[in-house]
């Protein structure tokens, strides 16, 4: 990508800068220097004097190599927990990382109007920067995660730019942001104007990405990233009639991926910085596959395909399955399927694969999760209904023979052998006496 600064002066003029930074920082000779430049018509981020776009992911409980065999440079976290050993990771594989800083949201107790807390929170972000600040592999810090969810105080934000002066004092080689849930323009010029200290402001959003091509009009005035997009969240989506989430196909979700980041991110890199995905791994949101990029055990899904193509313009070589339908009891998921307790139905997916790949499959059932969390917090694993199959439960099509009343997910997950994946799932309802 070739820029020209303002007054038309040339891209080496932004290296001749990062060299004085170099020079008149000699303390901090591992660190690789990072700046947010304006550029006729927009921003870019710099690092060691060249532009660099992020593409990334949020990467949990799968290896970094993962990321950069598809394309990826830059991984991002939520806490310092794991800070080492994430950054000797991500410079083994040439990638960068975003720091997640431990400041607390007021959703959690965290009183902005509590001196005694914020100095001790101020200690503590200042140790993890000293500790952090010079490792090559560092990109930026994130302070706090969504600190606008449920909040009433705005006095937050003016905590924010406290900090973020401070991280600059304290760090000169790298850039500061904080991340918010809310794309609309009360909240950006919110965090704007208390918070100027920050290097750019960072979006989190998922089907709200939509808004985008309006947002550009206020989000755009300033330098950006969108730090968390993906899948359709639970909050976003049809329910059944008891109100259970309908979750798309890992198929549907890739297809949604590519056609995210072609029609909502690609085309306003400018003021956009880049972008990570989530969630380049697994775990348990309302169901173990909804944010999940990988299975349980591992294996792609489409959607990592989808940003590999994006990422990089190349197909993968083999990629996973396309699930093409699913249904219980000849019904699909929209139908709000309702069973009777211990009789059989049929459950069934049609899948293909793009190489002809043999295609396992693996079904299960599970009770629906009664979980209420918001933000991603952590909830707990859910296990299988054993004996809920009468027969083999490892084909296209099988038989379920409905457990005791109450709500379920029925989950089928399909392997092509050549460690990739598609999933789906159809919530239902189970109605009769127990027996």
Request: some cysteine; aromatic content about 8%; charged content about 25%.
């Amino acid at each position: 990508m070739t820029i020209n600064l303002r007054n038309g002066s040339c891209f080496s003029r932004v290296a001749a800068s990062v060299l004085l930074t170099l020079a008149a920082s000699a303390n901090y000779a591992q660190a690789v220097p990072v700046e947010v430049v304006a550029f006729e018509g927009g921003y870019t981020l710099v690092r060691d004097g060249k532009p660099y776009l992020v593409r990334g992911a949020g990467v949990v409980g799968v290896g970094l190599e993962t990321l950069a065999k598809r394309g990826g440079n830059s991984v991002r976290t939520w806490g310092i927990e794991e800070a080492q050993s994430t950054l000797d990771e991500a410079a083994k594989h040439g990638l960068t990382v975003s720091m997640g800083l431990p400041v607390a949201a007021e959703r959690f107790g965290f009183d902005y109007d509590d001196p005694e807390s914020k100095a001790e929170q101020r200690e503590n972000v200042r140790a993890a920067v000293l500790k952090y600040k010079d490792h090559p592999a560092l990109l930026a810090w994130i302070i706090g995660n969504e600190l606008d969810m449920s909040f009433t105080n705005h006095r937050v934000y003016d905590e924010i730019n406290e900090l973020s002066r401070m991280i600059h004092e304290l760090d000169p080689n790298h850039v500061t942001t904080t991340t918010i849930t809310a794309l609309d323009r009360e909240t950006v010029e919110l965090v704007r104007e208390k918070a100027p200290d920050l290097d750019f402001i960072s979006i989190q959003a998922y089907g709200a990405l939509a808004l985008m091509p309006k947002a550009i009009e206020y989000l755009g005035q300033g330098p950006f990233m969108i730090t968390e997009w993906g899948p359709l969240g639970h909050w976003e989506v049809g329910k059944t009639r008891w109100e259970a989430a309908i979750e798309p196909t890992s198929t549907e979700k890739a297809r949604h991926f590519l056609l995210q980041y072609r029609d909502l991110i690609m085309p306003y890199l400018g003021p956009g910085l880049g972008s990570y995905a989530f969630l380049w791994g697994n775990k348990q949101e309302r169901t173990q596959t909804w944010f999940s990029l990988f299975t349980e055990s591992g294996a792609t899904t489409g959607a990592v395909d989808a940003l590999e193509l994006v990422w990089t313009g190349r197909v993968p070589v083999n990629q996973a399955p396309v699930l093409e339908s699913i249904s219980l009891a000849r019904r699909p998921a929209s139908d709000s399927i309702r069973l009777t307790v211990g009789k059989r139905y049929v459950a069934k997916v049609v899948a293909k694969d793009t190489e002809n790949d043999d295609l396992t499959y693996h079904w299960s059932v599970k009770p629906e999760s009664d979980a209420t969390t918001i933000g991603g917090d952590l909830e707990a694993s859910i296990a299988d209904i054993p004996n809920t199959f009468d027969g083999a439960s490892n084909k296209a099509t099988v038989r379920l023979v409905a457990p005791e009343p109450g709500a379920y997910r029925i989950f089928v997950e399909i392997n092509d052998g050549h460690g990739h994946a598609a999933h789906a799932n159809i919530p239902f309802m189970v109605l009769g006496k127990k027996r």
